[in-house]
């Protein structure tokens, strides 16, 4: 059993940058992967990064270059660093761990690119 709260969301202008937080605390050694999905108003929520317990990783194609996923694994903490934002980022991100088959979800965070 894993518990995920994401912290960092808030409202950044077109072309900041911002950085999302999920710390987990649990089972953190029975965790297989973790990632971030996002969910905008009115569309499926979609997958955002993730990375497996070796460190690969893996990137939507529109986030690749612009979004960085790691894990600091002394805070047991993974963090998503958002840079070049868009209007079209903005949505609902959700952490995500996947563990005995199981994916266990954050609370979300709010991020808001508006001018």
């Known amino acids: 059993q894993v518990q995920l709260v994401e912290s960092g969301g808030g409202l950044v202008q077109p072309g900041g940058s911002l950085r999302l937080s999920c710390a987990a605390s649990?089972?953190?050694?029975?965790?297989?992967?973790m990632g971030w999905y996002r969910q905008a108003p009115g569309k499926e929520r979609e997958l955002v990064a993730q990375?497996?317990?070796?460190?690969?990783?893996n990137y939507a194609g529109s986030m690749k270059g612009r979004f960085t996923i790691s894990r600091d694994n002394v805070k047991n903490t993974v963090y998503l660093q958002m840079n070049s934002l868009k209007p079209e980022d903005t949505a609902d991100y959700y952490c995500?761990?996947?563990?005995?088959?199981?994916?266990?979800w954050g609370q979300g965070t709010r991020v808001t690119v508006s001018s």
């Open positions: 649990g089972s953190i050694f029975s965790i297989n992967a």
């Open positions: 995500s761990a996947v563990l005995s088959y199981r994916r266990y």
């Open positions: 990375i497996t317990t070796g460190g690969n990783t």
